[in-house]
């Protein structure tokens, strides 16, 4: 049975920091690129980040690039997300996704809130 457990999220100030983190079980997480996604309230979910299963060069969304870093620990099943300099517009449910490399599999996590406000 494949779950996530997502962690990390809660209301910060703007310029402030946060690091979300998903735990994966249920599947073999190597062979998973992962990525982050966020949907704001009346907007269409959209990809902020993702790693290749094997780590390395990641890929982000210009709004995100050089304030969030995405990585993972095979070991530990786990993806995370380290965001800095947040802004109110980086407000929304973020959500770990797990894809395949080898067939058209995708998982989702439950999704958890960031709110960025003063």
């Known amino acids: 049975q494949v779950q996530f457990v997502e962690s990390g999220g809660g209301l910060v100030q703007p310029g402030g920091s946060l690091r979300l983190s998903c735990a994966a079980s249920g599947f073999t997480f190597s062979r998973y690129a992962m990525s982050w996604y966020r949907q704001a309230p009346g907007k269409e979910r959209e990809l902020v980040a993702t790693?290749?299963?094997?780590?390395?060069?990641?890929n982000y969304a210009d709004s995100v690039r050089g304030r969030f870093t995405i990585s993972r620990d095979n070991a530990k099943k786990t993806v995370y997300l380290q965001m800095n300099s947040l802004k109110p517009e980086d407000t929304a449910v973020y959500y770990c996704?797990?894809?395949?490399?080898?067939?058209?599999?995708?998982?989702w996590g439950q999704g958890t809130q960031v709110t960025v406000s003063s």
């Open positions: 996704n797990a894809r395949s490399v080898f067939s058209s599999l995708s998982y």
């Open positions: 790693i290749p299963s094997a780590g390395g060069s990641a």
